[in-house]
């Protein structure tokens, strides 16, 4: 007889979900594939559905295109100052749209990827 237990986990970060799963045989966690791709031990592998990896080419809703993705949105209240407009103004500059390549998340415009713009426009339909 084949026993399988199920375990819930209530990790607090991305880190400690990674570490988790890494520790428990056959685990499976949702994270961002940036972020499997640079964790510390390199154990962890992206899963491929139908056969298709989520790297970006691959994404889409279309049939045959890797169908488990999302677009990140952030939402202000009111026209953002100080801080949050700081932040917002490095996240669309040249340094900001390299750092979230270098981290593995593809922006919306990113010139290497002009489709991204099209998918961050279908995510909210």
Known sequence: MNTRAVILGDAQSTAELLTDVE???GA???AQTGDVATAPSG???SVALNGLSASFG???RRKNNYQYWTTEYIYTNGRPAGLAAAFLAYLSD???LNDL???GY???HDSDHPSAARLCAQAGS
């Open 23 to 25: 520790a428990i045989p």
């Open 28 to 30: 499976i966690g949702y």
């Open 43 to 45: 154990t962890l592998q």
């Open 58 to 60: 691959n994404i889409g």
């Open 94 to 96: 040249a340094v900001g």
């Open 101 to 103: 390549a270098d981290a």
């Open 106 to 108: 593809t922006p919306c």
